[in-house]
């Protein structure tokens, strides 16, 4: 098992378009957590789940965003209407819960909105 | 509300030199302190935990509750410390990890 993979690893998109990014954690991580870097910043929490059970929102999460982790596997993160302002790196990160817990990250998925 | 800061945003040292990259954190309870770090074209990757009290690529860090710090320290940098580190904490309440605006350090030879 390579780690945590994301796809697409860049996207290019129009202001107003939806777009939907995906994180593959490995099999055991339980938990998956979404963060957004922009430049010169370091990480900001989104979002994380737990299984399937998305157990927190950060209030940067707007109503155009949504997350899902429908089979407590892979994670979904869509951003709905696009504004230029949320051009940045998604990182997703997973774990497994416990003591000691260490969040993997994958290598991000950069998104431009023109 | 949780808080984390590192002052210095470039930091530059020669080969061989000590280094110490500096963080404070702000967070009424009892947080968990952690240096990430991240390599050119590289993955964000934990370098370190403090409870764990580890050193890590001849990297230590202490966490002084008093001052509310969290420095990462190296008594002697090499060139292959040069990567961008970030100070990040996780308060007692949850399992968010709140970073710092990270710091890029160069070891020059």
């Known amino acids: 098992d390579t780690g945590v993979s994301q796809n697409p690893r860049h996207k290019i998109t129009k202001r107003g378009q939806n777009v939907t990014f995906r994180c593959d954690p490995i099999s055991e991580h339980n938990r998956l957590y979404w963060y957004r870097q922009t430049l010169g910043q370091g990480p900001e929490f989104l979002t994380y789940?737990?299984?399937?059970?998305?157990?927190?929102k950060s209030r940067l999460l707007s109503d155009r965003f949504s997350a899902e982790r429908p089979k407590g596997s892979f994670s979904t993160l869509e951003i709905q209407r696009t504004e230029q302002g949320d051009s940045a790196m998604y990182l997703c990160?997973?774990?497994?819960?416990?003591?000691?817990?260490?969040?993997?990250f994958g290598p991000g998925t950069r998104l431009l909105v023109l | 509300a949780q808080r984390v800061t590192q002052p210095e945003k470039l930091l530059s040292v020669f080969k061989g030199a000590p280094v110490e990259l500096k963080c404070n954190y702000s967070y009424s309870g009892s947080p968990e302190l952690f240096w990430y770090v991240q390599y050119s074209r590289q993955r964000l990757q934990l370098l370190l935990r403090?409870?764990s009290r580890e050193s890590i690529k001849g990297f230590t860090a202490d966490l002084n509750k008093g001052e509310t710090s969290f420095h990462l320290k190296k008594p002697f940098a090499q060139e292959e410390d040069s990567a961008m580190y970030y100070c990040a904490l996780i308060g007692t309440s949850g399992s968010r990890l709140t970073f710092g605006e990270g710091t890029q350090l160069t070891v020059n030879p």
């Open positions: 990160a997973g774990s497994i819960w416990g003591q000691l817990e260490t969040q993997y």
């Open positions: 789940f737990q299984n399937e059970a998305q157990l927190e």
């Open positions: 403090h409870i």
